[in-house]
């Protein structure tokens, strides 16, 4: 499991009040639990790790988490069994599961029992780091986002979906408008393709990846037309938006 780089990671998020987003880790493999602290801890998130569950129940009590990352199997009490004993201290934490490449049946088991997702084992931290941000962002613990974002000329506006650029209005389809919103969010920032297929077609698309080429072209005929570009494609490496020079 390699660490992102933060520059290139997803927005900061926070909670409601502002401080740090906390996380609490739990796996047997020390290693692993300890590259996954660094790798949140990159995000600016509060990060404790335990190695075992009557441990992460005494650390749940005292640090108050936000979300769970937890193992499916451990010795022990399993990370099904903690989050369910967790869940009576606090009802609605979010969770996501780390299991075994090939174990769906360990996967099936921890969205039943109620965990939000789940990554298998090896994984990329910027694939962890993405479906947190989603989790914590579904489960209400962040703080809202501006509803106005400007890249250079051009704004998004999430509440009334309106979007302009130079003060000329542009029509966009649902899709092309959370693509935008997502290259808006990162502005300057290099976005793979997985990433945004993460993100805007979810995980379970296919991986169809030219779907992304495809809705990139339409957005730069509606935002770049007749303009100088703002959405440029880094080659081998995905797609970035910036305000003109």
């Known amino acids: 499991m390699s660490l992102p780089h933060r520059a290139n990671g997803p927005e900061k998020l926070t909670r409601q009040g502002g401080e740090p987003i906390r996380a609490l880790v739990v ?91 789940y990554v298998t084992k090896p994984f990329s931290m910027e694939e962890v780091l993405l479906r947190l941000h989603r989790i914590v962002q579904r489960a209400g613990v962040t703080a809202p986002n501006a509803a106005e974002l400007t890249v250079g000329d051009l704004s998004l506006n999430r509440d009334t979906r309106e979007v302009s650029r130079a003060g000329a209005e542009i029509t966009l389809t649902s899709t092309e408008f959370e693509l935008l919103q997502y290259l808006m969010e990162n502005p300057r920032h290099v976005l793979s393709k997985t990433r945004i297929l993460d993100r805007v077609w979810d995980y379970d698309f296919g991986g169809q990846s030219n779907i992304v080429e495809l809705y990139i072209s339409y957005l730069r005929k509606k935002i770049d037309a007749d303009r100088e570009p703002m959405i440029h494609t880094v080659r081998g490496a995905g797609y970035v938006i910036k305000p003109c020079v």
């Open 27 to 117: 796996d047997d493999e020390p290693s692993l639990a300890d590259l996954m602290r660094m790798g949140i801890e990159l995000a600016g998130w509060d990060v404790a790790v335990e190695h075992d569950g009557q441990e992460a129940l005494k650390t749940a009590r005292a640090f108050h988490p936000d979300v769970l990352v937890l193992d499916v199997m451990m010795p022990g009490m399993d990370g099904v069994e903690l989050l369910g004993r967790i869940r009576t201290i606090y009802p609605d934490i979010p969770a996501l599961f780390l299991t075994a490449k090939d174990a769906v049946a360990d996967r099936l088991t921890g969205l039943h029992a109620g965990g939000d997702d």
